[in-house]
T-cell receptor, first 117, second 111 residues
């Protein structure tokens, strides 16, 4: 089946620094990738939709200048958390769409745990 | 507007007992429905999906779900749970371009 990887799996950074998270589709090309944020004991909240070769579409309330998304190729999307603060600490999960059984399904990465000190 | 409601935030159950995790949805268009499982500090793993056809869907780890259009439900069931089934379970729908998740149900299997 389709495999999506994320790197790093865990990152700890100081307040004010920027952190980049990579999302890769390993065995398929993904024209569309999604970035989610998950707070403890809560559901996934869609942050943005990343389209290859174009600007990401952000959900309402998500700061595009803080969460920079780049989808430079069909297998890689990156999320950069700029000037991170402790409240940005969260579990970030990406997903990628791939055809499966005639439907475009989403396949999820394993997630990245960000801790901002 | 579309929505997914998971009626139980937590479901405690004894090992080898049956379990049902409830999910109701709302949508004005046709949808695809999914159940995912999430273990601590991990991503989501697909348990099963309903795309079309038979309303009873069988998935991995002995789980199954039944799509009920008239009741707009997609409840997840397992006839006999194991300790290892303890996890967070999310119901989700895709109707159009985005996927919407329910709030999740914490299944806690006790010995």
């Amino acid at each position: 089946g389709a495999v999506v990887s994320q790197h790093p799996s865990r990152v700890i950074c100081k307040s004010g620094t920027s952190v980049k998270i990579e999302c890769r589709s390993l065995d398929f090309q993904a024209t569309t990738m999604f970035w989610y944020r998950q707070f403890p004991k809560q559901s996934l909240m869609l942050m943005a939709t990343s389209n290859e070769g174009s600007k990401a579409t952000y959900e309402q309330g998500v700061e595009k200048d803080k969460f920079l998304i780049n989808h430079a190729s069909l297998t890689l999307s990156t999320l950069t958390v700029t000037s991170a603060h402790p409240e940005d600490s969260s579990f970030y999960i990406c997903s990628a769409r791939a055809p499966s059984g005639g439907v475009n399904e989403q396949f999820f990465g394993p997630g990245t745990r960000l801790t901002v000190l | 507007a579309q929505s997914v409601t998971q009626l139980d935030s937590q479901v405690p159950v004894f090992e080898e007992a049956p379990v049902e995790l409830r999910c109701n949805y709302s949508s004005s268009v046709s949808v695809y429905l999914f159940w995912y499982v999430q273990y601590p500090n991990q991503g989501l793993q697909l348990l099963l999906k309903y795309l079309s056809g038979s309303t009873l869907v069988k998935g991995i780890n002995g789980f199954e779900a039944e799509f009920n259009k008239s009741q707009t439900s997609f409840h997840l069931r397992k006839p006999s749970v194991h300790i290892s089934d303890t996890a967070e379970y999310f119901c989700a729908l895709t109707g159009g371009f985005k996927t919407i998740f329910g709030a999740g149900t914490r299944l806690f299997v006790k010995a």
